[in-house]
């Protein structure tokens, strides 16, 4: 089995910073696509950021040059560094990772979420 775990959610006044990351585990042979989703009360989840296993980045107009993705695949980890925070960035974060298995097959993970509030 696999696991997405996320860390790096809490309060932070507007302008300020957090970084989240989220760890795979598990059975894990590699990793194609990692994003970052996040769902703020009453609305759609959205997609705030992804990245390829090559690097590549797109960002959700919302958040671009404020937000950076980055990822470690030594670590099968996946990291969103998050600048300039503002009110309206306050959501659930989700994790999202197509991963390959040991049997070769391709499945999509999400992590638990974790809270990111914004205080104005």
């Known amino acids: 089995q696999v696991q997405l775990v996320e860390s790096g959610g809490g309060l932070v006044q507007a302008g300020g910073s957090l970084r989240l990351s989220c760890a795979a585990s598990?059975?894990?042979?590699?990793?194609?696509?990692m994003r970052w989703y996040r769902q703020a009360p009453g609305a759609q989840r959205e997609l705030v950021a992804a990245?390829?296993?090559?690097?590549?980045?797109n960002y959700a107009d919302s958040v671009k040059g404020r937000f950076t993705i980055s990822r470690d695949n030594a670590k099968n980890t996946v990291y969103l560094q998050m600048n300039s925070l503002k009110p309206e960035d306050t959501a659930v974060y989700y994790c999202n990772a197509e991963i390959r298995l040991n049997d070769l097959k391709t499945y999509s993970y999400w992590g638990q979420g974790t809270q990111v509030t914004v205080s104005s």
């Open positions: 990245i390829t296993s090559g690097g590549s980045t």
């Open positions: 598990g059975s894990v042979f590699s990793i194609n696509a």
